[in-house]
């Protein structure tokens, strides 16, 4: 064994440097000691290169900056951004709305439908809807009302609530306000009377027994809606979506329900209304060649639709418009495998080839895109405040020691006698790290048994494992440094996994990223700092919640050599530093998951702001949203806060009288039940 010398004589030889790098070596996440790691190295370790661009990148003081208007405007470092907010009085975690990116989602999203439009002769338009549903926040909606007017940019409504949302805001005359969703008589009234306030309401029929309450509706108020139908393709989708479409699935109607529907329309008068045909194909669409199928699949139907007789004139290819997460460009659950630019064109290509079959006009086209729309624009930053689950550094001996504990010391310097920087002579070496682990283990197992027995105290112990895990610390270090293919033995390669920390984050899990939760959603999380430092730890997250599912700890993994598009659960991090904050961003999550959030455990709605790029440079603060108060989230479950308060006022004057507390002393405790209740349901920094 390595260590028969571990009384103290020679040292191991060194394992000889390296004469040049070893091939295929990339830069190492654990335990770099050397200089050479860049903000660029950091950039390329989280992905930022992939799933962030144009947004996201890391600037050269190693902190992630936000470009909001992409190639085209200025930028923004985060971190400073982060640091300013704070000075407003905003506090962590802090949701970061660019409302910048919102309008550039728009544009792109608008540019490539014309682009298509333009390269396939298409004699038709594009025409898009927001699904309310995907994020209904009111400076989100109004931001995109009037950022897309320019489009005839419009909304989508699911339920009554929404569609009030939608007929309130777009008062552009020809913007499509489409509405999906379960429908009562009021519903469908509702959208007949607002046609005569000049909104173009379309009344998705999606079950088979509305288009009779639709002709109720009519007859009773002597005027019609704008119909469309939804249709149920025998199309599905991969990914998780997928069972939303099909024969089972919720919404649409089957064929030969939309043909009964076609003729109850004729026979009440109303098929010269029906103008448009809708599918939704689910959210997320992973693989290009389903949409293709379900497009062709669609276009046919709209033909036939035409050919009985209905005006039509819209297609509305629903959402679906995929974001890739993980910046893989996969069809995997967290990718898709095309752009934007892939799906405008198949849309705009597939529906043009079905209507010149047909022999019939193009439609003008309408996308229900929300994910795709609303993802980029949001970035919650929450901050760290502190990190278990890993030994601190170990203490210097203080006089003549146990020999075990001796022996673990001589290991643990022959670890680290073993160069940093030295990849080469691998197999020597890894043989090297091999044997020292085995004395280690052996050594350790020594230790437990002699303090099973009585000859090691308490201290002692603890001391026992400390340079174990030191041990498994350094041999974790020097495998970071070795080639990818290097032949590391499976108990050496789960040394680093061992060594993991819990960073405990001030968030609520269920509150600001339900979808990881509830459907194993990945976002892309990062610290916004030390970008130009190797991290040296891996972690996962574990959030404020008395819940063991109230944790971050499935991550993208950009990283080539594991195979893309694979879930990782443990993240590269840094070790926390005394004083100085770390922040972490979780990113691509402005979609869906502010109205999922729940008050799980009373955390409740963090503290949300707008920011714009100043036409002059730097930026401005549009809207500031103050998160849920302890109040509030009191009151949401009925609870009188006063009330509450009041009784612990008369607990403490029964204390007092009873000589058990303080006047001062209560009155701190009442200070610090009014001063919470007014602020938000965090931890104050
Ligand atoms: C949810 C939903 C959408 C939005 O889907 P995304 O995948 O977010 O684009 C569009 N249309 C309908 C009918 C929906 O239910």
């Known amino acids: 064994m390595v260590l028969a010398n571990h009384q103290g004589t020679t040292p191991p030889s060194p394992i000889s440097p390296p004469s040049s790098p070893p091939s295929g070596a990339t830069a190492a996440a654990i335990g770099s000691s050397s200089g050479s790691w860049t903000a660029a190295d950091g950039a390329a370790l989280y992905g930022l290169d992939r799933w962030g661009d144009p947004y996201f990148a890391a600037n050269a003081r190693g902190h992630v900056c936000v470009q909001p208007q992409g190639e085209r405007g200025g930028s923004l470092d985060l971190v400073e951004l982060v640091k300013e907010l704070r000075g407003r009085n905003l506090s962590l975690p802090l949701l970061i709305r660019f409302d910048d990116i919102l309008e550039d989602r728009l544009e792109r999203l608008h540019g490539a439908f014309e682009r298509a439009i333009a390269q396939y002769g298409y004699a038709g338009r594009y025409q898009g809807v927001f699904p309310v549903k995907c994020n209904q926040q009111r400076h989100v909606v109004e931001q995109l009302v009037e950022s897309g007017r320019r489009w005839h940019f419009g909304l989508e409504a699911g339920s009554k609530a929404e569609l009030l949302i939608a007929l309130s805001l777009v008062d552009d005359s020809q913007a ?77 109607l089957s064929v030969p329900d939309l043909l009964a529907t076609v003729e109850a329309l004729r026979a009440a008068d109303l098929l010269g209304e029906l103008r448009l045909l809708h599918f939704h194909i689910g959210s997320q669409i992973n693989d290009i060649a389903v949409l293709k199928d379900a497009l062709q699949e669609a276009g046919q139907i709209y033909a036939e639709l035409t050919r009985l007789g209905a005006p039509m004139g819209y297609l509305d290819v629903g959402g679906g418009l995929g974001i890739d997460y993980d910046g893989s460009r996969t069809a995997t659950a967290a990718s898709k495998n095309y752009s934007l630019q892939n799906y405008a064109n198949d849309v705009v290509a597939t529906v043009r080839e079905c209507c010149e079959g047909a022999g019939i006009a193009v439609p003008t086209l309408v996308s229900e895109s929300g994910r795709a729309i609303a993802s980029h624009f949001s970035v919650l930053v929450f901050d760290v405040l502190g990190a278990g689950g890993r030994p601190g550094s170990v203490p210097e001996a203080a006089g003549e020691e146990a020999l075990i504990l001796r022996n673990l010391r001589d290991t643990h310097a022959a670890i680290g006698a073993i160069p940093a920087t030295d990849a080469a002579a691998i197999g020597a070496g890894l043989e090297r790290l091999q044997e020292a682990w085995n004395d280690a283990l052996k050594f350790k197992d020594d230790a437990m048994a002699a303090f099973r027995l009585g000859y090691l105290g308490l201290p002692e112990r603890g001391l026992a494992e400390q340079l174990t895990w030191a041990c498994c610390q350094g041999i974790a270090e020097r495998l970071a440094l070795l080639p990818a293919d290097a032949p590391v033995p499976d108990e050496l390669r789960a040394l680093p996994a061992a060594l993991a920390s819990t960073y405990y984050a001030n968030l609520s899990v269920f509150r600001s990223a339900p979808d990881t939760w509830a459907i194993d959603q990945l976002f892309p999380m990062l610290p916004l700092q030390r970008l130009d430092e190797a991290p040296s730890r891996l972690g996962s997250f574990a959030d404020l919640t008395c819940d063991s599912d109230g944790k971050l700890a499935r991550f993208i993994n950009p990283d080539g050599r594991s195979g893309r598009g694979q879930v990782k659960s443990l993240l590269e991090l840094h070790p926390l530093r005394a004083g100085e904050p770390y922040w972490i961003g979780l990113f691509l999550a402005g979609a869906y998951q502010e109205v999922m959030g729940n008050l799980h455990n009373l955390f409740g709605s963090t503290d949300a702001v707008h920011i714009r ?30 009330l509450l308060l009041e009784r612990l006022r008369m607990a403490s004057e029964t204390a007092i009288a009873q000589g058990q507390l303080a006047i001062g002393d209560a009155r701190r405790l009442m200070d610090h039940l009014e001063t919470s209740l007014r602020q938000t349901t965090y931890l104050q920094g």
């Open 176 to 252: 499509l306000l489409i509405c999906n969703g379960y429908k009562d008589q009021r519903y469908i009234e509702t959208a007949i009377l607002a046609r005569r306030l000049g909104r173009q309401p379309v009344v998705v029929i999606e079950q088979a027994d509305e288009v009779g309450r639709i002709i109720a509706a009519s007859q009773a108020l002597g005027a019609a809606p704008l119909i469309g139908i939804r249709a149920k393709l025998s199309t599905r989708s991969t990914g998780r979506w997928g069972s939303s479409v099909g024969e089972k699935a919720k919404f649409g």
């Open 613 to 642: 790029l100043a036409p002059g440079g730097g930026y401005r603060v549009d809207h500031v949203v103050r998160g849920d108060t302890n109040a509030e989230v009191l009151q949401a479950m009925e609870h009188d806060p006063q």
